[in-house]
């Protein structure tokens, strides 16, 4: 969980943004509910010194990335750097290939806790053994950092890279867009519908320490109100890596309510850390499952049409299970107690059918509490949104 620059700010970043930027998750309710990276993306690199170790761009990070990486840290916060696997980054600026050791290094003296390593330029590398070398210079570095490979998807890194990366990404760049995709010629965007149906086949090689990284979110960054919290949701049901990509300084409420709903994030920080499963699809609605931890569920439904659509589930009658995670929902023989994430309500129980209209380009999202009994009127007072 934490932040990244690329989504809002891409090649224009500077240690002023970043300042502001870890300022604002440490005060606005970020931190608390479990933000902790500052990542830097492209364009923060300058050149390599006599020695060929990388420097911070002079003008944009004039004090020097141990002294940002310092302030972080004393905000009680994380700090991440970008680099890329070819000799050039995505954005034209110093990458780490034949530098990978001496990077490493440089990267641990600075205090750095998380690398997003890219993959642009690389295209007569063996992906495999590009992002092992990495891996083994991090080790050697002997600074433990998070290590998010970004390859795209190419190299089906899900079959090779859980002894190598913490996170592999899975599918091409995201935009704020909830459906369709973004044409540049010899490469694409993809909006949230898109890059969530490539999740699908996916979640069988996901688990805690080695998980699909679907790209950065979007939320707070153009999107509806109900977008992004169908966006933000669905990458909880996921077990998706939550760095946010807005500009967390001026941020509009119902965005940061979003970002800090306690409910949903225990969705996705669940220690059974097992990718949520399409059920079932009625029209335009989705119904989407994900066990958790302790016999609980969660349940989404999502509507990926832009009318609102009614839906409705006869629990007893649907059979809920998983043959992942070896779980069994048993409706027929367990009632379940039904939570509103979003609203923070009780919903009734899995005895009665649901019933519910959900708007266009959003979703009903429900936790199943297999003890049969909804959370307090005292519970609730901790939810404020």
Known sequence: MGWNSWNKFQCDVDEQIIRAMADAMATNG????????????????????????????????????????????????????????????????????????????????????????????????????????????????????????????????????????????????????????????????????????????????????????????????????????????????????????NDLAHMKPEVLQIFTNPEVIAVNQDKFGVQAFVYSTNANVEIWFKPLAGGDWAMCALNRGKQSQNTSFDWKNEKVGDALSKRDANFSVTTYALQNLWTHQPAGTTADVLSAEIPGHDLLMLRLKENGTALDAGAQKNHPH
Not at 85 to 103: M, P, V
Not at 217 to 235: C, I, K, P, Q, Y
């Open 30 to 245: 970020m931190k608390d509910a479990g933000y902790q990276y500052i990542n830097i993306d492209d364009c923060w690199q300058g050149q390599r010194d006599v020695q060929g170790f990388i420097q911070p761009d002079p003008k944009k990070f004039p004090s020097g990335m141990k002294a940002l990486a310092d302030y972080v840290h004393g905000k009680g916060l994380k700090f991440g750097l970008y680099s890329d696997a070819g000799a050039k980054t995505c954005g034209g600026r110093l990458a780490s290939r034949g530098h990978e050791y001496q990077d490493a290094l440089t990267y641990a003296q600075w205090g750095v806790d998380y690398l997003k390593y890219d993959w642009c330029g690389c295209e007569d590398l063996n992906a495999k053994g590009a992002y092992t070398t990495m891996r083994d210079a991090l080790h050697a570095a002997g600074r433990p950092m998070v290590f998010s490979m970004c390859e795209w998807g190419q190299n089906k890194p899900w079959h090779w890279a859980e002894d190598i990366g913490h996170s592999w990404r899975t599918t091409a760049d995201i935009y704020p867009a909830f459906d369709g995709a973004l044409e540049h010629g010899s490469w694409q965007q993809w909006s949230v519908l898109k890059i969530l149906d490539a999740q699908k086949p996916l979640r069988v090689f996901a688990g805690p320490g080695h998980w699909n990284d679907p790209d950065m979110l979007e939320v707070g960054n153009g999107m509806t109100v109900s977008e992004d919290r169908a966006h933000f949701s669905m990458w909880c049901m996921l077990c998706a890596p939550l760095i946010s990509g």
